[in-house]
């Protein structure tokens, strides 16, 4: 489910506009459309946003790399909470998370399928010469630079372990 002013024409994001005006724009969008889920979503993504650019000792600009990192920490926070919900019964409330969540995925980069993954922590074993459960770390570092978010660190983490164990 794409959202609209999200992508370009064809279902590609937009690189050219700053991630957190294209946010913006799309709140306006949303709003006009009386699209309550997507507004809702994107006022408390923008409030993350802005929370995160005051918090520290100077005000500053996030970059679109810091603006991705506050989405895929709120998506995160989305998927724990549909989580919980499910398995507390509240079938409603996790589906609203779960929406909120999808809403959020359009704005983030495609996730890497385990294939692709598998092969990524392959080559920083080998690279890295790493030889055991010790070596974890080092395996983990050159992994996460190579993946930057197109992985979840649990997702990682394991794949890790299964190959160095």
Do not use: H, N, W
Not at 95 to 103: F, L
Not at 104 to 114: E, H, I, T
Not at 140 to 148: I, T
Request: aromatic residues 2%.
């Amino acid at each position: 489910m794409r959202e609209a002013g999200a992508c370009q024409a064809g279902g590609v994001p937009d690189q050219s506009e700053p991630l957190k005006s294209r946010l913006r724009a799309d709140l306006t969008t949303a709003m006009k459309a009386r699209d309550e889920l997507r507004t809702a979503t994107l006022r408390m993504v923008l409030t993350a946003v802005s929370a995160e650019e005051v918090s520290g000792k100077e005000a500053r600009e996030l970059s679109d790399d810091e603006v991705q990192a506050v989405l895929r920490r709120e998506a995160k926070k989305r998927r724990e909470a549909a989580e919980a919900f499910a398995g507390a019964g509240r079938t409603e409330q996790a589906a609203r998370e779960q929406a909120e969540g999808e809403v959020l995925a359009g704005y983030l980069p495609s996730q890497l399928d385990d294939a692709d993954l598998a092969a990524i922590v392959a080559d920083a074993v080998t690279t890295s010469g790493a030889s055991g459960m010790q070596d974890m770390g080092r395996v983990m570092g050159a992994v996460q630079k190579v993946v930057a978010g197109r992985a979840d660190g649990g997702r990682v983490a394991a794949e890790v372990r299964r190959q160095l164990g």
